[in-house]
């Protein structure tokens, strides 16, 4: 049987690797609100105001694709690739060239 002392231990071990798990989400927390708020910025520079309202709609139907939009927006941006603001229309465009599912056909001989 385990003395109680080394019960507590156990105990304490148990709660001090908690502890570190929880610093460790916390800091993931931490870094995904701040990569956000930086995408809302350069979103709110490169898109006009139809264009925001559509990614805002976007973010609560399709929270991925809304990302994944947005990461592609930043690098074009980055890069120096976008010349204007993208109007809502661009953005539809944009769109449907991230989603569009590209099919395979098979050939028999």
């Given at each position: 049987?385990?003395?109680?002392?080394?019960?507590?231990?156990?105990?304490?071990?148990?709660?001090?690797?908690?502890m570190m798990g929880n610093q460790g989400q916390?800091?993931?927390?931490?870094?995904?609100?701040?990569?956000?708020?930086?995408?809302?910025?350069?979103?709110?520079?490169?898109?006009?105001?139809?264009?925001?309202?559509?990614?805002?709609?976007?973010?609560?139907?399709?929270?991925?694709?809304?990302?994944?939009?947005?990461?592609?927006?930043?690098?074009?941006?980055?890069?120096?690739?976008?010349?204007?603001?993208?109007?809502?229309?661009?953005?539809?465009?944009?769109?449907?060239?991230?989603?569009e599912k590209r099919e395979t056909k098979i050939?028999?001989?």
């Amino acid at each position: 049987m385990a003395s109680e002392e080394e019960i507590k231990k156990r105990l304490q071990q148990r709660m001090q690797a908690q502890m570190m798990g929880n610093q460790g989400q916390m800091q993931e927390q931490a870094q995904q609100q701040q990569m956000e708020e930086m995408l809302r910025t350069v979103m709110s520079q490169i898109l006009d105001r139809k264009a925001q309202e559509r990614l805002s709609n976007l973010k609560l139907v399709k929270p991925e694709l809304a990302m994944q939009l947005g990461m592609y927006l930043a690098q074009l941006f980055q890069s120096g690739q976008l010349k204007e603001r993208i109007t809502d229309e661009q953005l539809v465009i944009i769109l449907r060239k991230l989603t569009e599912k590209r099919e395979t056909k098979i050939r028999r001989k």
